[in-house]
């Protein structure tokens, strides 16, 4: 009787053991599932930052673009204005050397007719 006393005694150690066992190994799951979960809320709130952060940063590049674009227009009109202007001091200037030229051939006509005198 006394191995039949310590069978059983071993046996409700072993049961003991076992539902300890098991509690701790639930409980590890459970802390394991919430920490998942935890992850998983974690993660959707990062990706929503990181899609509102991309938004954000595509309005933004849009918005440079629609400036450079404006500043590349006015460049080009500021460009365009300045060869115009080029323009009429080439012709200015040709008028003033044709003015010149006419003086000069007057100012000589009058010598020659001062010396024919």
Same mark, same amino acid.
Do not use: C, G, P, W
């Given at each position: 009787?006394?191995?039949?006393?310590?069978?059983?005694? %071993?046996?409700?150690?072993? !049961?003991?053991?076992?539902?300890?066992?098991?509690? +701790? %190994?639930?409980?590890?799951?459970?802390?394991? @599932?919430?920490?998942?979960?935890?992850?998983?809320?974690?993660?959707?709130?990062? /990706?929503?930052?990181?899609? &509102?952060?991309? +938004?954000?940063?595509?309005? %933004?590049?849009?918005? @440079? @673009?629609?400036?450079?674009?404006?500043?590349?227009? +006015?460049?080009?009109?500021?460009?365009?204005?300045?060869?115009? !202007?080029?323009?009429?001091?080439?012709?200015?200037?040709?008028?003033?050397?044709?003015?010149?030229?006419?003086?000069?051939?007057?100012?000589?006509? &009058? /010598?020659?007719? !001062?010396?024919?005198?």
């Amino acid at each position: 009787e006394s191995f039949q006393e310590e069978k059983s005694k %071993l046996l409700e150690s072993f !049961q003991e053991d076992k539902s300890k066992l098991e509690k +701790r %190994l639930l409980t590890a799951v459970q802390e394991a @599932v919430e920490e998942r979960l935890e992850l998983e809320k974690k993660t959707e709130v990062s /990706i929503a930052e990181l899609e &509102s952060s991309k +938004r954000q940063l595509e309005e %933004l590049i849009a918005a @440079v @673009v629609e400036e450079n674009k404006e500043q590349l227009d +006015r460049i080009q009109q500021l460009e365009s204005e300045m060869k115009a !202007q080029e323009d009429r001091n080439k012709y200015l200037d040709q008028l003033l050397h044709a003015e010149i030229s006419s003086k000069t051939v007057a100012e000589e006509e &009058s /010598i020659r007719l !001062q010396q024919d005198l």
